[in-house]
């Protein structure tokens, strides 16, 4: 059985840092695709950043620059270190782990999340 979850989150002011790490259990092998979506209040799940087997990686253009995601190939852990945060980044993040080799839409196998709150 796949199980997905995240570490990490918190509460930050406006310009810190923060790294988050997804681990994924159970699959007997590598996750083609290892995803962070976020969902803030009010508003849509938004794809916030992935990564491939292959150290492919997609960003939203809101965290360019800013989100970092990293994996090392063949491993079912992945890792999106956070800076320069904004109080928009407020959200719970979820990761998602997919067997398929697509960004979107997601597989089945989610976390639970974990809150990011950016506030002064």
């Known amino acids: 059985q796949v199980q997905v979850v995240e570490f990490g989150g918190g509460l930050v002011q406006p310009g810190a840092s923060l790294n988050l790490s997804c681990a994924v259990s159970g699959a007997p092998y590598a996750m083609a695709v290892i995803v962070w979506y976020r969902q803030a209040p009010g508003k849509e799940r938004e794809l916030v950043a992935g990564?491939?087997?292959?150290?492919?990686?997609t960003y939203a253009d809101s965290v360019k620059g800013r989100f970092t995601i990293s994996r090392e190939k063949g491993k079912n852990m992945a890792e999106m270190q956070m800076n320069n945060l904004k109080p928009e980044d407020t959200a719970v993040y979820y990761c998602?782990?997919?067997?398929?080799?697509?960004?979107?839409?997601?597989?089945?196998?989610w976390g639970r999340g974990t809150q990011v709150t950016v506030s002064s």
């Open positions: 990564i491939s087997n292959w150290q492919a990686t």
């Open positions: 998602n782990a997919n067997p398929s080799l697509t960004w979107s839409p997601p597989s089945i196998y």
